[in-house]
């Protein structure tokens, strides 16, 4: 007996009962993992003439990701419809702030609480997991204000329970990388615009047809993208082939500049340091570029350290592809620590 096993069936035999005594949903529906597992879920707990997922359709929704949910739902029976939000005609939203996932999921709750009365659904579901719980997601009171439910939250499903599921019920997407809104990209403060959008969505979509990476997130930091991969992935740029196609799906893409993070790729890492604001104003000499540079000569790393970003919140180190491979070599890791210290949030090798 595989006790790991038996607490899934447990868990995924509670969030049936749960589902079933909705009686009929309607499922917030991206096509992510989470929500196309709950909505295979709901499919297998009520039928399908007692669920109706839907898809709500904006400018910080990849069509990458719009064809992965259409052809998800067409593979297991799903019904499925597609609305318009409009979140990013609410000031509150388009400023970026912190809280700007709590916009944009009450623009999208409210429309779909509206469409399920419609429809006569009983109860609007969406996807959130208990790990979500872990993290900054102001879009969780938005939820609550609604009455829209979390099932997958409510049994205590993580992601990797979720991603073990869907491989046993064959769902395409149970290896699929995460796939948040394109606004995610975006560093707070900086206004979310239709422009912005378009540009992450296709400097994204350029890197990906390179191959090679599982995770990869574009960041905008106003006309600096910073790009983060997995680790495992930092190496194939040493190559100038490899490393000259990325600078030439950025650039093609409208970034006048770009750098790459050498924490690679994580989730959740615009929330990074939220609570302490980065020391910004200072001169090279004494201030934090000046410590950073220090430690990069301890290391004998031939790079200096410029401030990026609109507020000076990240490290660019200027090298290049020998720069890169000094600091595979083992250094890589102790030069994020030392530059984080210096009072930077992000450590990035500049690219151009």
Known sequence: MDPERDVLQQKERALHALLRECGSVLVAYSGGVDSAYLAKAALDALGPGQVLAVTGRSPSYPEAQRKVAEAVADS???????????????????????ERCYFCKADLYGRLVAFAREQGCAVVLD????????????GLIAARELGVRSPLQEVGLRKEEIRALSRHAGLLTWDMPASPCLASRISYGTPVTPGRLRRIEEAESRLRSLGGWRDLRVRHHGALARLEIDPGGLAGLVEPGLRGQVIEALRDAGFSSACLDLGGYRRGALNEGQSAAPRIGLDREGGRAGEAEGGLIELGIDARVEDGGADGEIAVLVGGGDCLATLLVGAREVVVENCRAAGFRYVALGLY
Request: hydrophobic share 25%; proline share 11%; glycine share 6%.
């Open 127 to 138: 996807g959130s997991n208990a790990d979500d719980l872990d993290d900054h997601r102001p």
């Open 76 to 98: 297991i029976g799903l019904p499925r419809v597609e609305i318009d939000t409009h979140e990013l005609d609410d000031p509150s939203y388009a400023a970026n702030p912190r």
